[in-house]
């Protein structure tokens, strides 16, 4: 690309020059963690950190999720901007205490006196037999939380105005990255951008049915909705981007356009982030939904370490197309 406006770079080298640039520009942003200085444990994302920044700005901690979550959280009331890198998200469940009773409660009991900048950066993998100790998706439970934010990105774009949002935030959110995403290529500025919490964006306009999703579901979406327009379906998707605020809203709007909706997950579908959604929509536009809204997500299983069990377990936009097709299909019986 000639120009540095228009450079395509990978979403793992986004969330890297992000943490760069922010890291340069401001001394008191700090990265705790596991693996920081390994590519193997967190991809590009922490390329020549320590090189850069010393150790004592990028710290390589011991396995203990409790004890670097913790540390990331008294640094941050103490007056940094922490990140706390968690490369199998699975582990965090170690550290809910900090995360939940500590940091998400912190400013609300201080009766505002006192803030916690701090993000906890959680990694999702899937696929690669890693099985269902290795493979969790945990996203819907942090949302559960008050004083959380969550943010979930699907392109290299997103990824790196979200991160620098994230970091810059005064109280605690939840970055959940997905492993899959590391590959995806996009233009990405070079100078330091925000993008908004709570705010989606609408990926396609359509007038048929409205589709929503997040993180790595979106990139199955966009397939999703390249396959339907041979077919002349015309699906309105969204990408929300942060689901903790998340963009209601646009979802209503388009429910109201459209009377039709699908909304893809990448958890488990019982107690999902998209049940959420859809109980929004019932609430708040249910006189405009012409049919059931539907949702896909993953079985109520933990995952399975064959792979060809992995190609049965992990939904795609096949089963994006099926759900979309079954919702436009119904009919309501007399």
């Known amino acids: 690309m000639s120009s540095n406006n228009n450079r395509e770079l990978s979403y793992s080298l986004a969330i890297n020059e992000a943490i760069t640039q922010l890291m340069d520009a401001d001394s008191t942003v700090m990265l705790i963690g596991q693996g920081v200085k390994s590519p193997w444990y967190v991809g590009n994302t922490c390329n020549d950190l320590i090189k850069r920044f010393g150790e004592e700005r990028v710290i390589d901690t011991p396995v203990s999720e409790n004890a670097m979550t913790g540390a990331a959280v008294g640094a941050a009331i ?3 901007k922490a990140m706390v890198v968690h490369p199998r998200a699975d582990f965090v469940l170690y550290a809910f205490d900090p995360i939940i009773n500590q940091a998400a409660n912190w400013h609300y009991m ?12 959680l990694i999702v993998n899937r696929g690669g037999e890693q099985a269902a100790q290795h493979s969790q998706a945990l996203h819907s439970v942090f949302a559960h939380i008050p004083g959380l934010k969550v943010v979930m990105p699907s392109t290299a774009y997103d990824a790196k105005g979200l991160m620098i949002a994230s970091i810059n935030d005064n109280n605690p959110v939840v970055f959940s990255d997905d492993r899959w995403l590391y590959s995806q290529k996009g233009i990405v500025p070079e100078e330091l951008y925000e993008i908004p919490m709570g705010k989606g964006i609408v990926r396609n306009e359509g007038k048929d049915i409205t589709l929503v999703s997040y993180s790595y579901m979106a990139v ?5 909705v390249g396959e339907l327009k041979k077919e002349s379906v015309s699906v309105e998707f969204i990408d929300l981007r942060t689901i903790k605020p998340f963009d209601e809203d646009l979802i209503i709007n ?3 356009k459209t009377g039709k909706l699908v909304v893809a997950d990448g958890s488990w579908k019982t107690n999902s982030f998209a049940s959420e959604i859809i109980s929004s929509v019932n ?20 995952a399975p370490s064959a792979s060809s069990l992995e190609n049965v377990y992990y939904p795609d936009y096949k089963n994006i197309i099926d759900a979309i097709k079954s919702v436009l299909k119904w009919k309501k019986e007399k």
């Open 78 to 80: 103490a007056g940094m």
């Open 110 to 121: 201080s009766g505002g006196q006192s803030n916690v900048p701090v993000v906890f950066w």
């Open 283 to 302: 609430e708040k536009a249910f006189e405009f939904l012409k049919a059931p809204s539907a949702r896909v997500c993953l079985p109520d299983t933990p």
């Open 254 to 256: 388009s429910v109201k």
């Open 220 to 224: 199955e979406s966009a397939k999703a």
